[in-house]
Each structure stands twice: as structure tokens, then as C-alpha cells.
């Protein structure tokens, strides 16, 4: 029919069985004509619904879609005038041909189909479609053929149909330069991206890309050459449609859970009767044991959650990207399989002389166009579960902070703040790179089966001894990969421990520093180090072993099956197609056998995570059922109705039946002793409590102080307004209120002050001043405050009082909850509640309790008497100090404003680092001036940052190549001689790798020499065993180059930890002010990690990797030498394009850790915060910022992994022309060469392509790895204190009198800043009791850190018992003296290791001490008693009962110098005399220094010191100082002392 249609034969196969082949004309008129036109017609309709469906706006015309347009419309007129000429022309009698009319009418229809196409997406992002260009593509290939038949007609000299000709190749023409012109990407100015605008062409090159790289390589990318990820892959999209399904699924989970439950209930109490009734007399036992495996059950953790959903939540999520990933790899693995058959086809065309070399040259090009193929589609696969992977990490990230804002407190106890962390960091990495690899799991067993189904073919049933051996080691890799996971999961505990260390001793730093107790911390570190190194090992031999296993799989398995196919029968003998298409075989079936364990491995590990997580994000969630929030209530704003409440199901009530109403605008104090349930009570209300029963109804909104301040990292503006809208006149009157206007007037930069992680340059009172003001600026309806006045001093809190909480405060008219221990406010509240273990014993107003003569008018009546004609009972935490009196008017002059006095405050330098010289040279302005600059702080934005006002560095981003010093410190950690080994025995590797290459080839050209009868058993059986014994070679060589490594790489990262813990713990206390606690623990915890795994595996990989491509080129040179000059431009092509990469991945890498950092340490901010968070109901700006930082990162992880897809493209290429080029040789050398040699370098050079891509792979995964070393040396080279231990030794018994003397002594903070002690000269004589007072920043505590030498001496000496401190060592100095701090410090542990880290003390000296300490009586109460186990920082005590450990740890110490940073905080005025009687009593033969923030503490010291400003202004007698009415005298007055024994007990 055919032939009719076109009037000439159809198909003459005799035509292409000469060397001038050639097609039938009408085959090309119509087939591949047909062939491009069909399939633009299928795909059109589609095409065109599609754009219908997702239009947007139309775009502006441009000049490249009308030049698209304009030569489409060059081809219509073309076909139209083709038409016109077939329709005009006279044939004489024939009749025309139906193909000559035919196809330039269907011509026009698809002209006109593709204008409309191209006008169509106009309205699409994405302006070229990639239907058309395949169209193109597929239309000029079909086209080619046509070509080159006219061609050859007009050079044989036939000009029958020249106008023809000249219109096909106009035809021709035009269609290439439409290709052309589709590769151009427009950009239009809507999206950022240039992803979504780019070609077809260009996204399969990744092309668009190459702007960036260029980039990357003129100078260090920033973020904000980045571009944005596009709305589909923000986190906001991506959680949204994830929650969706997780809704779906996690109810589903949790009625399986249930289900669960009921079976193992049932199960448990058949099991119990049973066991019960055999013999009652033992029930009382059976019980016990019963309850203790409950109790081992429970804490087991096991099974208790509900299970497997996530992976099918994600599954649904995300269906689409897994399903066109799968498509892609489907055609890769497919085509895989064509590269063998090519490859046969090649040798037999080398090994048969009469064949044509046409069909030489066609073998090269489809080499070349399969492996291109191949390469796209692997790099468009590679996208996609890339994607895939950071799109799973990114819904993880923003799950689990959004499931840390509601999680129930039963739930988040079981979770430190790291261990949350770590499920954002590790487990969502995991799964991250599971889903990567979750294609290999069906492609792995799909290769698998395919290489045997071809191997079948070539070789027959002997293949299967080859396939058996490969079997019978997937159990042993199994096994393998189990012992694996269990040394992993131990690893992953030890690890957590270490961190969960580290980071308290970064928190307790200073304690450390002042008890000199770094080394038993040290020692407790490096011992959990050892067995995480001693797992490490393990588990590096044992990977080991598991690359020797895989080494030797390839070649046991062709030394088998080659033998077992000549053992078999005589006949067969092992020609060149054979062994070669059977060894390429066997390389292609290496792989997936090689992936899947590692898959598994992966999986397994993935799935540890995925329970982790499944367990976080399936736990409770906060019930807050119990809090009624109630708009239409009646009169009352808060009330309580028998509601009991606790802090865990299992223990008792903490809250028990408490009724309460309050009534709207009333004032509540709410009082009772250390312990007595106050802050739970708030907690109650606030939801933060499980409910027992009962409930509590509240009307309106809700702000809250909790009793310790939470502060955000940034400015104290941003603390303050908290996510509000600036009033600028609210702003300064809550400023005014709070007090806090002097202090910014000091602080560098006003209210635009950096505040560091968890306010660490501020000083307690300016914290918990801040706190108030954030809840003072909210204009809420109820304020809960948890004792705000406990840090600060006794004016301020006056100040405050007045003006914020107070009958005529800020909040008049608001309902406030106040729990305070500061007696003198109570008479001017509406109503006090207290609290006795929980219950209310008592409530009513001030008066109505005294008369009713209580508990609380028992307890007022000894703490009146005892604080003196003071009144003031405050308790101070890190308390700022008392003022400067001397140098200001007498209080009369300003009834108005005390507080203001009581701010002059120079900030303390120790809390404000940065401070510049203004603060110390600038006069004093009188009070009523300072009184009236009220703006200080409307710092104008343009202005200058001032110096010091950014208090944290910036982490330092290293840029450019790294160091080559750092590889070699490296290197030498691991050491030389190990790594000469290592290198010398992966060579001898690859030696015999080539060589047994030779002997396959020398083997195969017997079978010329042969045929199959008479061949030798001699010969054969020499062949095979030289095969063999090449293929050991190759294997116990790998397995001696691992095993060192492993040990070599495992002793380099202990040298590198050892160093790094070292020199952290012997760093100046600077350093720590300034510098994040999770940067530091960074170093720790990711970098030390990547030094532990990461980069011994992609050093080893590179070594592999390079030597495996050297090995490659060697052996193609060897059998055509003048591929030495293809090799030249290519090594310069790869060369480049890997220079160009490896400059912007470095960078990109950087970025992406640098915008990691904020993600976890806001994460742990938000932790800490939560209840602050929850109260003020500010989740969702929360949400949202997160939301933010986590598009950062994944915009920078996401250019990262476009980085590496554009460099595989490239290099794939380059790949791909070895083998195009190599092959090209072997056609045109064809009489030069046997078909062994073609296999023999062919099949090694099919191979290269993938070689050379993990090659620059793992040169930029070395250099990316290699920072870790770089960060880690950065703190190994830190600066350090003076050293611990000295070779000049104090006396034994030093200090035995206990007597100090200062010399002139000046220091000062850091080189650059002013002095803070301007030359101190005084005696202190043995036993002496010193009370040191002074406002803020006259240097009192600046006195203790100089003791201690924190601070090292500026001039000047201090003499203990005459021995210069500065001349011993630093241990032997602190060793000597006890200090008490401000601010508890505890860490995790037992309490006994809290007091006595060293074990120096009995366990009787330790009870004794606690006695003094008065909590004999609550330690001997917990059932662990001194083992008992403290939460991290001490959490699960009272911050009272915190400072009383820190007393009884100095009171074990029993050193003859003393030094007390007044210490009373949060503690009740009761167990507040308690101490100070026990300090008086014990210490009495001590010399003690108190820095007082309160006069009556010191009032009956032996002496008292007053600095000022560096100086000490007044020294003597309390007497004699009273006498002599100077500043001392003014202090004194001002806080009601007239004379010293007025305040006598």
C-alpha cells in the first residue's frame, strides 16, 4: 500500500548491505516523516489543557518569541509554497505520487499547531514548552536521512527535483535554528527563580545554572546571590499539604496504638492470674516483681506510641516527585543494558575483517547517544529525590517546632532541649538521605535480574555458580550490616551523652573555672569518648570487612563462573565477546549488588529516626481543657474551682483543690514559703499543668513574668515589644516604669543594644526589668507575675511597685497576680493568698489576716523584726547592686523619683564586655537632667552602630580554598607512616586490577589460537588460576588499606577531640561571653561527627576513586597510544569545570551550615521560652520566623544540589566522550587491533564515566569535610589563661592565715577597653570579715574575678599570705578558694558528684555539710538520697534549694579564704537567716569577703570597703564609717540604718 502511495519501493534491505548504504526514499518520506508529526499531535491536546488549566497572566511579546514565531511562519509559507508547485506542476501521463501533496498539507495543519502552541504559553511561567523541543529534535534526527539521500542525488549529478531539494534544505535550515532559539531561556521579571523559566534544554543541562557558578567562582557566594526557592517548595506550602495527610493518618496510628494496648492488657492480666493462683503465700512477691518489670517497662520506652504513619504521610505528600523520579530511573536501568549488546557488537565487528565500517561508526554513535541519554536522565532523576530529600527534611524541621510549641510537659520531659535538637538535625539528615536512595530498593533487584537474564545468554547455566556466590554473601553482608546498626545505635547514645555533658560545662563554665574543676569534667568526657571511639573501631573493621566482601564479589564471581563455563563442557571456550560483554555485565550487576545492604543499612537506620520522630510528633499534646477561656463570665476574671493539678500523672498533685476568684482589677499577692507551690500555681493558669481534676475559668487575655527571665537573642527594642506594633509613647512610658531608661543610656547603642543567647550581657535585674516591660508593654487583661521583684534591689523594686504594679502603677485597673516574697508591698494589695505544700491555708486582705492572727501574721511578725527599721525584705537574685549615694543630692530634693537614682547605673563591664570608654568620661549629669531625657534611646536608624553594641561575633565564614596546612595537620594526626601504608596498599590494588584486565584479554585470544577441542588442560587451568589468584590480590590488598584506615582515621579523631576539649577548657572566660554556647558545641558535636565519619569515607573514596581512573587511562593508552592526545582537552575540560564547581559548592556548603545554625539555636530559644511563648499566645509569629530561617537554609541546600547536578551533566559528557572517542579509535584503528583488546578497553572505559563523576564528587565532599578540621583548629588555636600548674608550687598548707593584700592593684576586661579597678591598695588582715558595697559597675564583682584571676592583673599585685596569686598556677590558686555565686549553677549528674566531683570527700563529711546546709532533711527524704539524679541545670529543684547546695559545696571545701557574691535569691526570708547564721557559725575562722547588695548583710562585718568607679572611696569600721557621714553614711540612711546595732536580732 505504501509503495502505491508513493509510487517507489518501500524497504530493499539489500540496499544497506553495501559500503554507500542507504535508505529507500519513499521509507524516509513517509515513516520518518510520520514520525515527529505523530507524536507532536498525541501530546498537543494535552499540552494545550495543561496551559489552560495552570495559566497565569500573559506576558509581555518579546524578542525571542516573535523570532520563534516569525520562522515558524517561514515553514508554513514553505510547505504552502511546496504544495502550490506539486499542485502546478505538469507530469506529463503519470499521476502524482499521493505523498508529494499529502505531507506538505499535513505540514500546514502542524505549522499552524505549533503557532498556536508557542502563542499559548504566553500565559505559562515556563514559556518553551518540552514537548516542542523534543519535536524539533526528533524532527531534524528523522530529517537527517532525507538529508544526506539529496545530497548524494546532486552530487551524482541528478537535478530532476532541485527546487525540492532547495526547499528541504531551507526547511532543514529553519528547523535548526528554531532549536537554536528554544534553547534560550526568557526571564521574565516575575520570579526570582530562573528554574521555572528556564528552556527545556537548558533545565535538562542545567544550564541556567552556570550565571551562579561563575559567580561562585569570581568571589565567595553571599545569601543574596541566591536565589529564593519557588512558593511550591516553601516550608509554609509543603507543611500545609503534609498536615493534611498527617491528620489522615496519625488518629488511624492511634486507634492501632489502643488496639495494641487492650491485646497486651489482656494478655497481661491472663498471665498474672495464672501466675497468681498457683501459690498465694508468694502474691506479695509476685506483686513486687510485678511492679518492677512495670517500672523497667516503662522505662524502656517501649512500644508505647503510635507507629507507622509517617512514612505513609510523607508517601502521600509527595507521590508526584517519587512517581516522575521513578519513570526516569525505569528508562535509565533499561538503557543500561544496551551498553553490553553495543559492546558485543563492536568486538564482533573488530574481529570480522569484511565487515563495513559504516557500521562501525553507527555502533560509536549510538555509544554515545545512549550513554547521553543515560546521563540526562540520571541527572533529572538525581534531582528529583534530591528535592524529594530536602522537602521530607524541611516538612520535618517545621513539624517538630511545631509540635514543640503544643507538646504536653509529659511528653517534652522526656526530651532535653539537645535531644530535641537532634531530632531537627540528625534524624530529619537521615531521612533526608534515605529518600534520596529510596529508588534503589526495586531498580537494585530489577538490575540484578537483568544482568542474569543477559548473562544467561552469553554464558549459560554456568552463570548461576557466579550468581550463587554473590547469594551466599548477601546473608554475610546482612549479618554485616545488623552488627552495624547496633554499634550505631550504641554510638548515637554515647554521643548524645557527650553533648548532653558539654554543653552543661559550657553552661557551668565559670563554676568550673572558680572550683578548678575542669579535669574531673575532662576526664568524664574523654572516658565516654573512649567507648564511642572504641564502638567507632568496631564498627570501621567491621565496615572493612564489608568492603573486602565487596571487592571480592566481582571477582570470585567472574573467576567462577569464567571457570566453571570452560570446566563444564570442552566446547565452550571464552572468546573476547563473551568474557568482555559478560565482564561489563558483571560491573553493571556490582552496583545494585554493592547498594542494596547499604540501602537496607540505610533504611534501617532511617527507621530508628522515623520511630524517634513518629514518637515526638505522635506525642500529647498540651491539654488545656482544663483552662476555660471565657469572654461572658460573669464578674470575676480568674477563678479557680476545686482544681488540683501536677506536674506528672504518675507523682501526686502539686496544686491540690484550690477555690479562688478574682475579681477584675484587683491587685493578688500570692505568698508562702520555698516550695510551696506559687509558680505552679501561675503554671496552673497558664496551662503549663496537667489537670488532676477541677477547672479554672478565665476571662481575657494573659501576660507573664516568669520568675527566671527569658530573653530572646536580639535587640533589648525586640524583647520588649515581642512582636507588637511600636507606640512610641507607651514604649517610653513602660521604659520609664521599668527603669530601664538609665540603663540604656549606658548600654552601647541605647534600646538597639544586641542582647546575647539567653541575655548574657545583662546583669539578673536588667533581665527580669526587660521581662516586666515586655509584659507591661502588651496591653493584656490579666498579668501573671512570678516574683519580677526578686532581682532586682530594693529601690528599684520600690520603682517598680509604684509605677508598674501598684494601686497607681502602669497596670491600675488590670488584673495582676503577684507572687512575691517582699513583705513591705503586701499592705497596699487587694488580696493575699498563701500558700502552704500546694493549698491555699489562707486568703483575705492585710489587715483581715492579721487579725486573724494565721500562719501569715506569724511569719510577718519575725521577718519584721528581723529587717529592721529597713522594712525591706527583698531577695535578691543577681541582684544590681546598691547606688551611688555620695555623688548625688540627698533624697529629699526628689521625693518624686527614687528609682531614677537608683539607675545611674555604668553597667557592669563584666556583663557588657564591649563597653566603650564613653560611660567612665562622661560627667555626671544632675539627676533632673537625667530625668528629662527621657529619648535617650530613640537612637536615630542611620546612625552608626556604636561600638560594642553588637555583642556577638559573627561566626567566622571561612572563604576560599581551605589551607593547605589544614590537610596536612590532618594528615598528620593520622600519621605519615599509617598513610604511606594505606596509599601503597590500594596501589597494589589497582596494579593487579590491571593486571588481571591483561591476563582476560591474553585468556580470550586463546580461543583464536584453539578451538575448542584441543585445548590444553595445562593451559586452562594456568588461565584461570593466575585470574584467580590477580582477583585475592585485589581484595586482601582493600582489606589491609581499610582496616588501617580505620585505625589510622579513628586515632586522628581522638587527637583532634583531645586537643579541642583541652584547649576549650583552659580558654579566658572572655571568650565564652562572646561567643554562642551552640557555636562552641557545634564544633563538638557536627564537626567532631564529620571528622568521626564522614571524612575517613570520602578520603578513602577519593583514593579510589582517582587511582580507578588512572588505572582506566593506563589501560586505554596502552592499546592505542594516540588517545593520549583526546586525553589532554578533556583532562582541561574536566579540570575546569571542576574548578568552577568546587569554588561555588565550597561557599554553598558554608552557607548552608551557617544557616543552619540560627534554625537549631532559635529552636532551642523557643524551648526555653515555651511557657512565655504559650502564655502571651504567640506561636504563630513564632511559626512564622521558623518558617523563614528554614526557607534560608533550603534555598542554600537547594542550590546546592542544583551545583551538583550541573557538574555531573558536565562531567557525564566528558565521560561520555571518552567512551564516544575510544570507541571511534577502535573503528578507525580496526586493522591494528583483535576484538580482545576492543572489549578489554572499551569495557573499562564504560566504566569511567562513573568514576570520574564520584571523582570531583569526593573532591569537593574532602574539601567540604576538611572544614570541619579547619573550625576545629580554629578553636585548638585559641588563646589560653595562665597555666593550671605552675613549676613555682605554694607551701603546703598555703593559705594557712588567710590574709590578702591588694598592691595597687589595676585590671582591666580586654586590652582595648578602660580600666575597671583603677589601683586598689589595702590590707585584709586573717579571719576578717570584709563587706564590700558600691552601685553597679564600681568593679565589686570585677574584685572577685580578679581574686579568682579570671581577670588577669593590668598592675599591680595581690598577695595571699605573701605569695604573689600571679606568680602559681591557676589550680593552685583556686583550689584555695571558695566561692559562693550569684547564680546557682548545677549540673546533670548525682548530687553527690555535684558537690564532690573529685571524690575527695566521705560520705560522712558530705552529709555533714548538707546538715549545715539545712537540706539533710530533703536529701535523706529522696529515695536515691546522695545518688539522686539532678535534671540538667539542676532542674528538678527549687531555685532556692539550688542555692543551698552551692552552699553546702563551699562549706565542703572549708578553705580559710571565703568569698560570697551575695547569694540569697528566690529563697524565703526564713531559710535566708538560716544561711546567714550557718556562714557566720562555719566560717567564723575563715577570712570572707561579702559582696553585699544589701546593707544589713554586712553591717556587722568587721570592716566595710565602698568603691567607686574602680576605687575604693571609704575602708574602715561599719561604726567608724557611719561616723564619718560620707557616702557609706547616705547608703546607710537611705535603707534606715542609723546605727550598727539597729539592726541586732
Not at 487492650?262 to 491472663?270: I, L, Y
Not at 516538612?395 to 535531644?419: C, D, H, M, P, W
Not at 573467576?559 to 570446566?567: A, I, N
Not at 535617650?936 to 565564614?957: A, Y
Amino acid at each position: 500500500m505504501l509503495e502505491k502511495f508513493c509510487n517507489s519501493t518501500f524497504w530493499n534491505a539489500s540496499l544497506l548491505d553495501s559500503p554507500e548504504a542507504d535508505l529507500p526514499i519513499c521509507f524516509e518520506q513517509t515513516v520518518l516523516v510520520w514520525i515527529p508529526l505523530g507524536f507532536l499531535w498525541l501530546l498537543a491536546p494535552w499540552q494545550l489543557l495543561h496551559v489552560y488549566r495552570s495559566r497565569t497572566k500573559k506576558s509581555p511579546l518579546t524578542k525571542l518569541y516573535l523570532a520563534k514565531q516569525v520562522l515558524v511562519l517561514c515553514l508554513l509559507i514553505l510547505a504552502a509554497i511546496e504544495l502550490v508547485l506539486v499542485l502546478t506542476e505538469d507530469s506529463g501521463q503519470a499521476t502524482i505520487p499521493a505523498v508529494r501533496y499529502t505531507n506538505p498539507s499535513l505540514y500546514l495543519c502542524t505549522w499552524l499547531l505549533v503557532l498556536l502552541i508557542q502563542h499559548s504559553r504566553q500565559w505559562c511561567v515556563q514559556k518553551d514548552s518540552w514537548f516542542l523541543s523534543l519535536f524539533w529534535i526528533l524532527s531534524i534526527l528523522c530529517g537527517t536521512f532525507q538529508f544526506q539521500t539529496l545530497v548524494r542525488m546532486l552530487l551524482k549529478g541528478s537535478t530532476s527535483s532541485l527546487a525540492y531539494s532547495c526547499l528541504f534544505f531551507i526547511f532543514y535550515a529553519l528547523q535548526i535554528l528554531i532549536l537554536i532559539l528554544s534553547a534560550f531561556s526568557r526571564r521574565d521579571g516575575s520570579s526570582d527563580n530562573p528554574s521555572l523559566t528556564a528552556s527545556f534544554l537548558s533545565n535538562i543541562t542545567f544550564s541556567w545554572y552556570d550565571s551562579i557558578v561563575l559567580k561562585g567562582y569570581k568571589q565567595p557566594l553571599t545569601l543574596e546571590d541566591i536565589w529564593e526557592v519557588d512558593e511550591q517548595s516553601k516550608s509554609k506550602t509543603l507543611v500545609s499539604r503534609f498536615e493534611k495527610h498527617m491528620v489522615r493518618e496519625l488518629p488511624q496510628a492511634r486507634r492501632a496504638l489502643q488496639r495494641r494496648r487492650q491485646k497486651n492488657a489482656q494478655r497481661d492480666s491472663g498471665t498474672r492470674l495464672h501466675g497468681l493462683s498457683k501459690n498465694q503465700s508468694q502474691s506479695q512477691d509476685v506483686l513486687v516483681l510485678e511492679e518492677a518489670k512495670k517500672k523497667k517497662k516503662k522505662s524502656g520506652t517501649t512500644e508505647d506510641f503510635p507507629k507507622s504513619w509517617l512514612i505513609k504521610a510523607l508517601f502521600k505528600t509527595f507521590y508526584v516527585i517519587i512517581l516522575k523520579s521513578f519513570l526516569l530511573k525505569l528508562v535509565f536501568d533499561l538503557l543500561m543494558f544496551l551498553n553490553p549488546q553495543l559492546l558485543k557488537l563492536l568486538i564482533s565487528f573488530a574481529n570480522e575483517q569484511d565487515s563495513y565500517v559504516w557500521t562501525g561508526y553507527l555502533y560509536s554513535i549510538l555509544f554515545f547517544s545512549v550513554a547521553l541519554i543515560q546521563s540526562l536522565c540520571l541527572q533529572c532523576y538525581f534531582q528529583h529525590c534530591f528535592m524529594l530529600g530536602i522537602k521530607v527534611r524541611t516538612v520535618i524541621i517545621a513539624s517538630v517546632y511545631k509540635k514543640a510549641l503544643s507538646l504536653s510537659n509529659q511528653a517534652r520531659k522526656q526530651y532535653t532541649v539537645g535531644e530535641t535538637v537532634n531530632l531537627m538535625s540528625v534524624d530529619a539528615q537521615k531521612l533526608m538521605d534515605v529518600t534520596s536512595f529510596i529508588h534503589l530498593l526495586w531498580s537494585n533487584v530489577l538490575q540484578i535480574t537483568l544482568s542474569i537474564y543477559f548473562l544467561w545468554i552469553e554464558l549459560g547455566p554456568s552463570v548461576l555458580a557466579g550468581v550463587g556466590v554473590m547469594l551466599l554473601l548477601i546473608p554475610v553482608n546482612g549479618i554485616i550490616a545488623i552488627k552495624n546498626k547496633t554499634i550505631q545505635v550504641k554510638n548515637m547514645k554515647k554521643k548524645d551523652q557527650r553533648l548532653k555533658i558539654m554543653n552543661e560545662i559550657l553552661n557551668g563554665i565559670k563554676i568550673l573555672k572558680y572550683f578548678a574543676w575542669e579535669p574531673s569534667f575532662r576526664n568524664l568526657v574523654y572516658n565516654i569518648r573512649k567507648k564511642e571511639l572504641k564502638n567507632l573501631l568496631r564498627f570501621g573493621q567491621i565496615q572493612s570487612v564489608m568492603m573486602f566482601l565487596l571487592f571480592l564479589t566481582p571477582v570470585l564471581v567472574s573467576v567462577t563462573t569464567f571457570s566453571v563455563y570452560v570446566l563444564v563442557d570442552s566446547n565452550n571456550v571464552l572468546d573476547a565477546k563473551k568474557a568482555f560483554t559478560a565482564i561489563t555485565l558483571f560491573n553493571i550487576l556490582r552496583f545494585p549488588m554493592h547498594m542494596l545492604p547499604m540501602v537496607i543499612s540505610s533504611m534501617l537506620q532511617a527507621s530508628v529516626s522515623t520511630e524517634r520522630l513518629e514518637k515526638y510528633l505522635g506525642g500529647d499534646d498540651l491539654d488545656t481543657s482544663a483552662i476555660q477561656h471565657d469572654s461572658n463570665f460573669a464578674d470575676k476574671v480568674v477563678q479557680f474551682s476545686e482544681a488540683s493539678f501536677t506536674w506528672d500523672q504518675n507523682s501526686e498533685a502539686t496544686i491540690r483543690d484550690v477555690n479562688l476568684d478574682v475579681m477584675p482589677g484587683q491587685l493578688v499577692a500570692v505568698v508562702g514559703s520555698v516550695g510551696s507551690g506559687k509558680s505552679s500555681l501561675m503554671s496552673a493558669m497558664l496551662g503549663e499543668m496537667e489537670n488532676v481534676h477541677g477547672h479554672i475559668t478565665i476571662k481575657g487575655s494573659i501576660a507573664y513574668v516568669p520568675q527566671q527571665s527569658w530573653i530572646q537573642n536580639g535587640t533589648i527594642k525586640d524583647n520588649i515589644l515581642f512582636g507588637s506594633e511600636l507606640d512610641e509613647k507607651r514604649y517610653q512610658q513602660v521604659l520609664e516604669a521599668c527603669a530601664l531608661l538609665q540603663d540604656l543610656e549606658v548600654l552601647p547603642g541605647g534600646d538597639l543594644a544586641e542582647i546575647g543567647e539567653k541575655g548574657i550581657n545583662l546583669s539578673g535585674g536588667q533581665k527580669q526589668r526587660i521581662s516586666l516591660a515586655r509584659a507591661a508593654y502588651q496591653n493584656s487583661d490579666i498579668y501573671i507575675l512570678d516574683d519580677p521583684l526578686s532581682a532586682v534591689d530594693a529601690h528599684v523594686g520600690k520603682h517598680i511597685f509604684e509605677k508598674v504594679l501598684g494601686p497607681n502603677g502602669l497596670l491600675k485597673g488590670k488584673t495582676r497576680l503577684l507572687v512575691t516574697h517582699s513583705i513591705h508591698f503586701l499592705p497596699q494589695v487587694d488580696e493575699i493568698v498563701v500558700l502552704e505544700n500546694g493549698t491555699i491555708s489562707e486568703k483575705g486582705s492585710y489587715s483581715a489576716l492579721l487579725v486573724k492572727k494565721g500562719l501569715f501574721a506569724k511569719n510577718l511578725k519575725t521577718f519584721m523584726k528581723q529587717a529592721g527599721p529597713e522594712g525591706e525584705a527583698t531577695v535578691n537574685e543577681d541582684s544590681e547592686e546598691e547606688d551611688d549615694y555620695g555623688l548625688m543630692p540627698s533624697m529629699e530634693e526628689i521625693p518624686e523619683d527614687v528609682a531614677s537614682l537608683t539607675m545611674k547605673r555604668e553597667n557592669s563591664l563584666r556583663r557588657t564586655l564591649s563597653r566603650s570608654s564613653r560611660s567612665s568620661s562622661r560627667p555626671l549629669k544632675p539627676l533632673k537632667n537625667s530625668l528629662r531625657t527621657q529619648n535617650v534611646n530613640t537612637q536615630k536608624e542611620e546612625e552608626e552602630p556604636v561600638k560594642g553594641q553588637k555583642l556577638t561575633k559573627k561566626e567566622f565564614i571561612e572563604t576560599g580554598k581551605v589551607k593547605f596546612s589544614i590537610y596536612l595537620k590532618y594528615l598528620r594526626a593520622v600519621g605519615w607512616c599509617s598513610f604511606f601504608f594505606i596509599i601503597l596498599a590500594y596501589v597494589i590494588n589497582f596494579v593487579a586490577f590491571i593486571g588481571s584486565n591483561l591476563w582476560l584479554s591474553a585468556w580470550t585470544n586463546d580461543s583464536k589460537t584453539y578451538n575448542g577441542t584441543n585445548y590444553p588442560a595445562s593451559q586452562r587451568d594456568m588461565r584461570v588460576g593466575v585470574y584467580g589468584a590477580l582477583g585475592l590480590v585485589q581484595g586482601i590488598s582493600v582489606l589491609i588499606a581499610n582496616l588501617w584506615s580505620a585505625y589510622g582515621f579513628i586515632h586522628a579523631s581522638n587527637i583532634l577531640h583531645k586537643q579541642l576539649l583541652n584547649n576549650i577548657l583552659r580558654v579566658p572566660m572572655s571568650f565564652f561571653d562572646t561567643t554562642p554556647i551552640g557555636r562552641i558545641v557545634n564544633r563538638f558535636a557536627g564537626d567532631i561527627s564529620t571528622v568521626d565519619d564522614t571524612l575517613p569515607m570520602s578520603l578513602r573514596s577519593w583514593i579510589l576513586c582517582f587511582l580507578g581512573i588512572i588505572s582506566t587511562l593506563v589501560m586505554i593508552c596502552m592499546a592505542t597510544p594516540i588517545f593520549i592526545i583526546i586525553i589532554i582537552p578533556l583532562g582541561a575540560i574536566y579540570v575546569s569545570v571542576q574548578m568552577f564547581y568546587v569554588a561555588t559548592s565550597r561557599q554553598l556548603r558554608r552557607l548552608d551550615s551557617v544557616t543552619r545554625s540560627p534554625l537549631y539555636s532559635f529552636f532551642s530559644e523557643t524551648v526555653s521560652g515555651l511557657s512565655v511563648i504559650r502564655a502571651f499566645q504567640h506561636q504563630e509569629r513564632f511559626l512564622k520566623h521558623n518558617e523563614v530561617l528554614i526557607d534560608t537554609n533550603q534555598k542554600c541546600v537547594f542550590s546546592w544540589i542544583i551545583s551538583n547536578r550541573w557538574l555531573a551533566v558536565r562531567l557525564e559528557l566528558v565521560g561520555n566522550l571518552i567512551v564516544f572517542f575510544s570507541s571511534l579509535m577502535m573503528v578507525i584503528y580496526k586493522d591494528t587491533l583483535s576484538g580482545d583488546t576492543v572489549g578489554f578497553v572499551l569495557s573499562n572505559a564504560l566504566n569511567i564515566t562513573q568514576t570520574l563523576n564520584w571523582l570531583v564528587r569526593m573532591t569537593s565532599e574532602i574539601e567540604t569535610n576538611i572544614v570541619a578540621v579547619e573550625r576545629i583548629n580554629e578553636y585548638i588555636n585559641l588563646e589560653n589563661e595562665a597555666p593550671w600548674v605552675t613549676d613555682k608550687r605554694p607551701p603546703a598548707g598555703w593559705p594557712s592565715k588567710g590574709e590578702i593584700e591588694f598592691n595597687n592593684y589595676q585590671v582591666r576586661y580586654r586590652p582595648e577597653l578602660d580600666l575597671v579597678l583603677k589601683g586598689i591598695t589595702c590590707d585584709i588582715k586573717s579571719q576578717e570579715k570584709i563587706g564590700v558595697v558600691g552601685r553597679t559597675g564600681a568593679g565589686k564583682s570585677s574584685l572577685t574575678n580578679s581574686l579568682f584571676r579570671i581577670l588577669e592583673a593590668a598592675g599591680g599585685q595581690i598577695l595571699i599570705d605573701g605569695v604573689d596569686i600571679a606568680s602559681i598556677g591557676l589550680h593552685d590558686l583556686r583550689e584555695k578558694l571558695t566561692i559562693i555565686p550569684q547564680d546557682p549553677i548545677l549540673f546533670s549528674g548525682s548530687l553527690r558528684m555535684n558537690l564532690d566531683p573529685f571524690s575527695n570527700y566521705s560520705d560522712e563529711e558530705i552529709w555533714k555539710a548538707l546538715e549545715l546546709a539545712h537540706l539533710k532533711s530533703f536529701v535523706a527524704g529522696l529515695q536515691l538520697g546522695l545518688s539522686h539524679e539532678l535534671t540538667e541545670a539542676g532542674d528538678n529543684l527549687s531555685i532556692g534549694q539550688r542555692q543551698l547546695l552551692c552552699l553546702a559545696r563551699a562549706l565542703l571545701r572549708k578553705s580559710k579564704i571565703l568569698i560570697m557574691d551575695e547569694a540569697t535569691a528566690a529563697i524565703d526570708l526564713e531559710t535566708d537567716h538560716l544561711i546567714q547564721l550557718t556562714i557566720q557559725k562555719e566560717f567564723s575562722h575563715c577570712t570572707t569577703i561579702t559582696i553585699a547588695h544589701r546593707l544589713h548583710t554586712i553591717i556587722d562585718s568587721d570592716k566595710v570597703m565602698v568603691l567607686d568607679n574602680g576605687k575604693i572611696v571609704e575602708y574602715g569600721s561599719p561604726e567608724e564609717l557611719l561616723e564619718a557621714r560620707g557616702p557609706f553614711y547616705l547608703m546607710a540612711k537611705e535603707a534606715g540604718i542609723e546605727h550598727v546595732n539597729s539592726t541586732a536580732l
